[in-house]
């Protein structure tokens, strides 16, 4: 049985299982690195190979090729946003939606320094986000997204500080879509892979 290694009520169970001589699995789904990996891994224990699947390999191919294309396009500084009702976090490399720009050449203003590997979201700061000036900001909302919206306006969307971001400025602030970034979108990565790739790279008229 495979349990979600991010979630304290499933890794209360791998004793319970093992007790009953249940084999159990932990297994931590962030993003399109893990997804893969995983992917793979239920291949290889089913006795097969992701290579033996061509839907699994197209998805992949259009993944990897898209990647490559995009990164020899040159860095762009971006930002990813959690919003919920209960406050706004900015999102380490680790997270889905910073990883997915991350992997596309994309460069995370956050950066890397959550204390662990596991951790996907830090503490929001406009005074550092202002210093560090993004070119776009992502933001992937929970909960009720008008709502989060408004109270972002009321809380810093008002700000000069804000209004006064090149990515603010230039009207590349985009609230993602919910089935692709808030939840792991899984056989539909290419999909999100290709929104991400239009937003940090927009077409020039």
Known sequence: ???ASNMEKQRALVDIFHASGIETLLLSYENYGDFVGILDLFYRLNGGSMADDPLAMAMSDEVETLAAAERAKGEVRFLSLFA???????????????????????????????????QTRLPFSIERIHMEDPDVIFVTTMGDGEAIREKMRKDFMESDVWKGLRAVREGRV????????LYKPNDRFPEAFRLMASYLRPAKN
Request: overall charge neutral; cysteine-free; charged content about 15%.
């Open 174 to 181: 985009y609230f993602l879509p919910n089935d692709l970034f």
């Open 1 to 3: 049985r495979s349990l």
């Open 84 to 118: 919920s009702a209960r406050d706004v976090q900015s999102e380490t490399d680790v997270a889905h939606t910073a990883f997915i720009a991350r992997y596309l050449g994309g460069v995370n203003i956050t950066g890397y320094t959550a204390p662990s590997r596991s």
